[in-house]
């Protein structure tokens, strides 16, 4: 007898649907799965054969293949254990299925119990982008499934409640949708009333959060760049439902997710020591897994000491701050990972840290802090929008430098409401050339931002990024176009500066 | 006890006095001088006016590539000889009045007098020409006149360039390789001030201080000398090889005692530093942290009798401790401004005021407040009350108009174009 079931299987942090086929037959007794099965998924046969008969059911002593389609597609995890399992009790007739377009993806425990898996999120959508309407999940993974609207998700506790269901005696019933919590307010983070002076760098990270801007700040050891840009938490605005959702499948197929409480509202904040590998930083690995570019999608990305990093590791940032995605390349195909982040940056300027400071004068080579700066290799410094060389304040003259962090969001989310209510994305994301820019653009603008590129030999790809900045810097001071002034402050923070 | 102070073919407008002598108490904390004068070195009195410079420059051009033949070496061969060629046909023996005994040098003698020393000079005089670069020794006419007055003098020099150059009135403009902000603008403010005013800026092509000062006086139309501490063939530090070609095609010279070709080991500072002295009628330390290079020129210039001036700096700054150390200890004369350093040089000339566009109100706030004193956005902010996105975008608008520079730092400076603008542009 054949029967079919429908799992999904995870890749990097989608799902894909997973047609599950089971073949009982005459032959010598064994159960073998085909369709790339990766070593955990060869160890669903023995899980299978004790939940069955845990639950009061037989593995017949038959041949029995399942096959995993689309079977070219390599399949890894524990998600597939309940499909299995029911597709071999319909193979065997021991389950007449009422509706066989139910969705199961649960790991099995010996005993028959179902477990939660991770990536739940993203298998779940999976199955509705394929037009299932009901998925089963392990209980521990109701509130993530849940998170998922549009498809109806039954959670079960074991492996007899799912076979019940699913002949019609005993319906599960259905889990009520996850809510989207309310922000909360954070508390234990700096705040920028913490930051002594540097008035120029709370500028700069007040227009990088405010157009989604990379920012790196320059400047010798201890004078607060690592605090301030620690402050972005508190000043960032929170996630909106959508983004919520995507950032939770991320966090769901990373397996870091908080099960009871999927959906989270504050951005991400992810700040990787920097011996992080490539892999760790971007994602890869023989299991494709998130890297900290991902889990800082619609975040921050905060990279303290950016030029201790291990060069092929900044460069593979290169990618996703360009598109906001990370392409992973493997045998069977390219894989996509979604990676649209925020990157805040922090380094000396040379190895001791005290090269071009007032006072205390850098005691190395000119030749290693000169190798020590070309870290920041071009193409990457290219990707950057602001740049801000930062020292130690003279004296203890605050002056309006004490503004807290409260004031500061609300311009930040201010200008992030008026970008929303004008164009599709943020400015940061706007396309090279985007109408709405050139639009706002005064002629005074136009003018003044021709003799700057002329002056200071600024690349095409620096005058479109400037413009994005000064279009945020515009949208903080409420002005509805792109003037001079603005332009000209946009200039003051770019990053060819670096090379001086 | 050296005797300094602004006495010399400079100085005469109004020289801040300093006293004779240096107190016993400050000369022990006075860097070492790099070559101690001597009365044995045999230079001094010794007569070149009877030597046939035709007949003896193969063996000079020779003799010199011998280790432990260096000014000094020289000089006792002249000395005891009476002529190189003399000293070369003595053979070995001569080695023995050479000050310091260098293993290798009998090994290289042999082999040198196998090639024959007309061979060898014309090997010299073509490696150099290929580089566009001639011998010139003590002996020729056009061999510097400042460097004629050091005893023991470099018997031979390597130029590339316009050689007459060497004989102009030189100031010498030195510094740390690892400028600041601050020391960078005074360097290059004085060296286009010497260059426009004509006189030569003199310097060692090193990175930092030296660059900025041979770039800046290039580019106000001057011309500039830069001694080379390694072979004339080999420009060092490579870095610096356009401007070196810059320099030359400006009028300018390179200059160095290495012969061409010779094995390539350390750059050698030390002799470098004491011909910059030489050249210089003034030497000029723009920024020194302790046991800079720069304080072995100063201490050269000091030894040469030549003037001395440091640009101070703020007495928490570890890169200008040298050239505070200079004055206190009354080895430099304090230079109070650029116009007042070229009064002390001789070197004043009228000012001309560029005329610029107009600036907006708050350009001109912030214009007014760099000339009066550099400073980082946050000290600018609290001397202007302008808020932080106006001064930066002020900035920038200075910035593109040439007034206003930050050298990649965090403080900003107004350019020389802003300072001839005077305090009330």
């Known amino acids: 007898m054949l029967s079919q079931t429908l799992s999904a299987s995870l890749l990097g942090v989608d799902g894909v649907l997973v047609r599950v086929e089971v073949d009982v037959a005459f032959g010598l007794p064994g159960l073998t799965i085909v369709g790339l099965a990766g070593s955990a998924v060869q160890e669903a046969r023995e899980r299978v054969r004790s939940a069955l008969r845990n639950s009061g059911f037989e593995l017949p002593a038959r041949r029995i293949t399942v096959n995993l389609s689309p079977a070219d597609l390599p399949k890894e995890g524990t998600a597939f254990d309940l499909a299995i399992a029911v597709g071999v009790l319909s193979a065997s007739n021991q389950l007449r299925a009422e509706d066989p377009s139910t969705a199961l993806i649960a790991e099995l425990a010996l005993d028959g119990r179902l477990q939660p898996i991770a990536g739940a999120m993203a298998l779940v959508a999976a199955a509705r982008e394929a037009g299932v309407a009901d998925v089963v999940v392990a209980v521990g993974n109701a509130a993530e499934a849940a998170a998922v609207r549009g498809i109806r998700v039954r959670p079960a506790a074991t492996l007899g409640l799912v076979v019940r269901h699913l002949a019609g005696l005993d319906e599960l019933s259905p889990a009520g949708p996850t809510p989207l919590p309310e922000p909360e307010p954070a508390h234990d983070l700096p705040d920028l009333g913490d930051v002594i002076g540097q008035p120029l760098g709370r500028r700069a990270l007040e227009i990088a959060l405010a157009g989604r801007h990379h920012l790196a700040l320059c400047g010798p050891p201890g004078v607060g760049k690592t605090l301030l840009l620690q402050c972005a938490p508190g000043l960032d605005p929170p996630l909106e439902e959508d983004e919520a959702i995507e950032v939770g499948r991320i966090y769901s197929a990373a397996g870091l997710v908080d099960r009871r409480k999927p959906l989270v509202r504050a951005r991400p904040f992810r700040a990787p020591h920097h011996t992080v590998s490539k892999e760790a930083l971007v994602g890869g690995g023989p299991r494709v897994r998130p890297g900290e570019a991902s889990l800082a999608h619609r975040g921050v990305l905060f990279l303290d000491e950016t030029l201790q990093f291990r060069a092929d590791a900044l460069d593979a940032l290169r990618q996703p701050l360009d598109s906001g995605s990370v392409t992973i390349a493997r045998v069977e195909g390219a894989l996509s990972l979604p990676a649209r982040f925020l990157l805040l940056a922090a380094f000396n300027p040379c190895p001791c840290g005290w090269l071009g400071t007032r006072g205390d004068a850098c005691r190395c080579d000119p030749a290693s802090a000169r190798r020590y700066a070309a870290r920041l290799s071009g193409p990457l410094r290219d990707r950057l929008d602001l740049f801000v060389r930062m020292e130690a304040p003279r004296g203890a003259d605050g002056g309006d430098g004490a503004e807290p962090s409260r004031l500061v969001a609300g311009r930040v989310a201010a200008a992030l409401q008026r970008q929303r209510e004008r164009q599709a994305s943020v400015n940061a994301e706007l396309p090279l050339g985007a109408p709405e820019l050139d639009a706002a653009l005064t002629a005074r603008g136009r003018a003044t931002l021709q003799a700057r590129a002329r002056r200071f030999r600024l690349s095409p790809r620096r005058v479109q990024r400037t413009l994005r900045v000064a279009q945020t810097i515009a949208d903080l001071a409420g002005s509805g176009s792109i003037d001079a002034d603005h332009l000209d402050e946009a200039l003051h923070y770019r990053p060819e500066r670096a090379a001086a | ?425």
């Open chain 2, 1 to 425: 006890m050296i005797g300094v102070g602004p006495h010399g073919p400079v100085g005469n407008a109004d020289p801040v006095e300093a006293p004779a002598t240096v107190a016993a108490g400050s000369a022990g904390r006075r860097p070492a001088p790099v070559m101690r004068l001597s009365s044995a070195s045999g230079w001094n009195g010794f007569e070149l006016d009877g030597l046939d410079v035709e007949r003896e420059r193969p063996f000079w051009l020779t003799l010199g590539l011998v280790p432990g033949v260096g000014p000094v070496g020289f000089g006792r061969l002249l000395a005891r000889f009476g002529s190189a060629e003399a000293a070369w046909k003595a053979g070995e023996e001569a080695l023995a009045v050479l000050p310091r005994s260098v293993p290798e040098a009998a090994v290289v003698l042999r082999r040198l007098r196998g090639t024959g020393p007309e061979a060898v000079a014309r090997q010299m005089s073509r490696a150099a020409a290929q580089v566009g670069a001639r011998a010139i020794t003590a002996l020729d006419p056009d061999y510097p006149p400042p460097l004629a007055r050091l005893d023991p003098r470099p018997p031979v020099l390597y130029v590339a360039g316009e050689a007459a150059t060497l004989a102009g009135f030189g100031v010498a403009v030195v510094g740390t390789r690892r400028p600041s902000g601050y020391g960078r603008s005074c360097a290059i403010e004085i060296a286009d001030e010497l260059g426009r005013a004509g006189v030569v800026v003199i310097s060692g092509l090193a990175l930092g201080i030296d660059g900025e000062a041979h770039r800046a006086a290039v580019a106000a139309g001057g011309r500039s000398v830069a001694v080379l501490p390694a072979p004339i063939d080999r420009i060092y530090p490579p870095r610096h090889r356009s401007l070196a070609r810059r320099l030359v095609a400006g009028g300018g010279a390179l200059v160095t005692e290495l012969a061409p070709g010779q094995p390539v080991g350390r750059p050698d500072f030390a002799r470098r530093n004491r011909i910059i002295a030489g050249l210089a009628a003034a030497t000029v330390v723009v920024e020194a942290p302790d046991r800079s290079g720069a304080l072995l020129t100063a201490s050269a210039a000091v030894d040469q009798g030549r003037d001395l001036y440091a640009v101070p700096g703020p007495i928490d700054a570890a890169a200008s401790r040298g050239c505070n150390r200079l004055i206190a200890d009354q080895l430099a004369t304090l230079v109070t401004s650029v116009p007042a350093l070229l009064q002390q040089l001789g070197a004043a000339r009228g000012v001309q005021r560029p005329t610029i566009k107009v600036l907006s109100e708050t350009e001109g706030i912030v214009l007014y407040a760099l000339l009066r004193r550099s400073g980082s956005i946050e000290e600018l902010m609290s001397r202007t009350r302008l808020p932080t996105g106006a001064l930066a975008s002020a900035l920038t608008l200075l910035e593109s108009r040439g007034l206003a520079t930050s050298y990649g730092g965090a403080t900003f400076h107004p350019t020389l174009a802003a300072r001839r603008l005077g305090p009330h542009a």
